[in-house]
């Protein structure tokens, strides 16, 4: 079973659609839960992240893990064409100088105007 | 807005040639981050680094890798044999207190091996 795996997309959503986006993960050692936004040819600029179970709002983000299941999910409300982009989810076990980050393979969301 | 910054953003080079990407992190930060990304797959974690030396490498991460922090501001990676394989865009990342939901990226450089 991979470390982490991620809906494979791609989503195409009309204009003020609430979007689902969904993780799944193995290593019961996640503690740190991120998801980032990668624009074509940009580096991954970070969203929200959670620590352990429980939700997170940001504006029109909510953020949810649920260790129990291993599943974690990013919903986007009143979604903007300015959403469209790559999101990716990382977790992480740890902190401090051993924090590397593992990542979903990233899905691809597009919102049409 | 304080940034990681990248050059080049894209090299070409022939396979057995050396190559050295270079990375500004953001200038309070104190832990810094190698991540590849093959085109279509996971952004992989290659190595992190702090006071000057390795804290953890990946498998990816073998003898012809290595990084260095030659001044107070740079950080580079270089590969010593490039191979057909390591074509790939390659993150910088950087953090100021190693926090893992604070890792900044830079832009990436695309390295395309022939």
Known sequence: QKEVEQDPGPLSVPEGAIVSLNCTYSNSAFQY????????????????????????????????????????????????????????????ALTGANSKLTFGKGITLSVRP | EPEVTQT?????????????????????????????????????????????????????????????????????LKIRSTKLEDSAMYFCASSVRGQSYEQYFGPGTRLTVT
């Open chain 1, 33 to 92: 839960f991120m998801w980032y936004r990668q624009y074509s040819r940009k580096g991954p600029e970070l969203l929200m992240y959670t620590y352990s179970s429980g939700n997170k709002e940001d504006g029109r983000f909510t953020a949810q893990v649920d260790k129990s299941s291993k599943y974690i999910s990013l919903f986007i409300r009143d979604s903007q064409p300015s959403d469209s982009a790559t999101y990716l989810c990382a977790m992480s």
């Open chain 2, 8 to 76: 080049p953003s894209h090299q070409v080079t022939q396979m057995g040639q050396e190559v050295i990407l270079r990375c500004v992190p953001i200038s309070n930060h104190l832990y810094f981050y190698w991540y590849r990304q093959i085109l279509g797959q996971k952004v992989e974690f290659l190595v992190s680094f702090y006071n000057n030396e390795i804290s953890e490498k990946s498998e990816i991460f073998d003898d012809q890798f290595s990084v260095e922090r030659p001044d107070g501001s740079n950080f580079t």
